[in-house]
């Protein structure tokens, strides 16, 4: 029984309940509030902490849809069961709301445990699409948000580089946040009141690299007309992160090894060094002992910029992590686009192959998919279409008919317990505990979905 008042869930009922439905739902722990969707709820709706709510569609009047169609577009955040009659499923506006704005629909009169069954799922399901923001609010490390094994690692070595004043070269390919990594390690580290000058190596201009690295005097050259401070010079007391170092020219990386050897720069036009406290923290995506060895790096300097070295994942290694990064960039930018979008989550199919592609513009590209998905999607569901992904094999396109639509909860229930077992590492016991369900549910949801435990398959 769910009887002490915090193990009692939430649900909002758009219509009004029977008595019937109140005690069922009390019996079943669950604390109702129900609203006339004619008056002026939608601040309650907001305020509210339910995540999941009944719509009852057995009277459909096109003024009461329009305003129920309208309700749910404003709370997409909510997963939504439907209460309908027979009749009222052969109505094409109906069918069409249950399909595009719900999660599951009971069909009334009906077993009386159908609507508690629903609600149970919805909830259980909403909970496993927020990935438990709540339990896992500390999986963001300093910006970075995961907590797949290869994340929990570059965390750990980020912790234990930081305080060390000495360079880093951070590798890994385009798009897996290497930038993001720099930051962290200077917020960590001692001189995290100092600057932080981020310069993409790649972007300067050839002609302007040395003047841009550390800066010139007045009359240095044609067009220098005053003198400028260098980027380096401006990071004094900090840190310079120097992306991309790879690109920079062999007679800005002889400049550049004296300032870690010495401490020391010359502005461009002048023959007077001056002393630098400066950390240097270098990234790049390419083979930098194959450029020593090719004679387009310098291997002194490579040496020493490789004092502590940082190797940022791909995001085809971070397994659960590449949903809980989509839903994280899903959520942004419906808060900034609220007007600009109406979906409110990822289907079944775009999860399934967004965790099979292997993301060669990693975080980066994820992230655009994600935006680009967001406005073009007509559903209130994102499909492997909309992100432009090749989706598996599906079954035939979801109606209100039941066993489709019960081919279609089937599908999703799957896919969740595949997700929550990678995201517990298929530990059986944390999964359980992570849907409030027991240890053997989880072994007959794995036996009816022929869901193995062999991590190796997943």
């Given amino acids: 029984m769910l009887e002490p008042a915090q193990c009692r869930r939430k649900t909002v009922w758009l219509g009004q309940a029977d008595a019937a439905h109140r005690d069922e739902l009390d019996q079943a722990g669950w604390d109702l509030l129900e609203l006339d969707p004619q008056a002026d709820i939608e601040g309650t709706l907001a305020r509210s902490a339910a995540t999941v709510g009944v719509i009852d569609l057995r009277g459909h009047d096109g003024q009461h849809l329009a305003r129920l169609e309208a309700l749910l577009a404003a709370h997409p955040e909510k997963r939504w069961v439907a209460l309908v009659c027979t009749q009222a499923l052969m109505h094409a506006r109906v069918t069409a709301l249950v399909r595009a704005g719900c999660f599951d629909y009971v069909t009334m009169p009906g077993a009386s445990n159908r609507l508690v069954d629903a609600l149970g799922h919805a909830w259980g399901m909403a909970r496993l699409s927020e990935g438990h923001r709540e339990e896992h609010a500390d999986d963001a490390f300093e910006g970075m948000l995961g907590c797949s094994p290869p994340m929990h690692k570059l965390a750990a070595r980020i912790a234990k580089f930081a305080p060390v004043d000495v360079p880093v070269l951070i590798t890994g390919e385009t798009g897996t946040g290497k930038e993001v990594a720099a930051r962290a390690l200077h917020r960590r580290s001692t001189r995290c009141e100092g600057p932080f000058v981020a310069i993409n190596c790649g972007a300067l201009p050839a002609n302007l690299v040395q003047s841009e690295l550390f800066g010139h005097e007045r009359g240095a050259f044609t067009g220098a007309g005053a003198r400028k401070i260098g980027r380096i010079e401006a990071a004094d007391g900090g840190v310079v992160f120097l992306d991309e170092i790879g690109d920079l020219p062999l007679d800005a990386q002889t400049n550049l090894l004296r300032v870690l050897q010495e401490g020391t720069i010359e502005r461009v036009g002048s023959c007077t060094s001056i002393h630098l406290d400066v950390r240097v923290i270098a990234a790049t995506h390419v083979d930098l002992e194959k450029a020593v060895a090719e004679g387009r790096f310098r291997e002194d300097l490579y040496y020493r910029l490789n004092v502590l070295r940082l190797p940022v994942p791909p995001l085809r290694d971070r397994g659960v992590d590449i949903l809980r990064l989509a839903r994280h960039f899903l959520d942004a930018f419906r808060r900034k ?48 279409a909309d992100l432009d992904l090749a989706a598996r094999p599906a079954a035939a396109p979801i109606s209100v008919h039941a066993s489709t639509l019960d081919r279609a909860r089937a599908h999703a229930e799957r896919e969740a317990i595949v997700a929550c077992l990678r995201a517990s590492r298929f530990n059986v016991s944390e999964c359980a505990r992570r849907l409030q369900v027991s240890r053997v549910t989880v072994y007959r949801l794995c036996k009816k979905y022929r869901v193995t435990l062999d991590t190796t398959t997943h």
């Fill in 337 to 384: 686009h609220a007007a600009g979008t109406h979906v409110r989550d990822f289907g079944p199919e775009a999860e399934a192959a967004m965790c099979a592609f292997p993301w060669p513009g990693n975080v980066r590209e994820l992230m655009n998919r994600v935006r680009r998905a967001a406005v073009v999607a007509e559903a209130p569901l994102i499909s492997a």
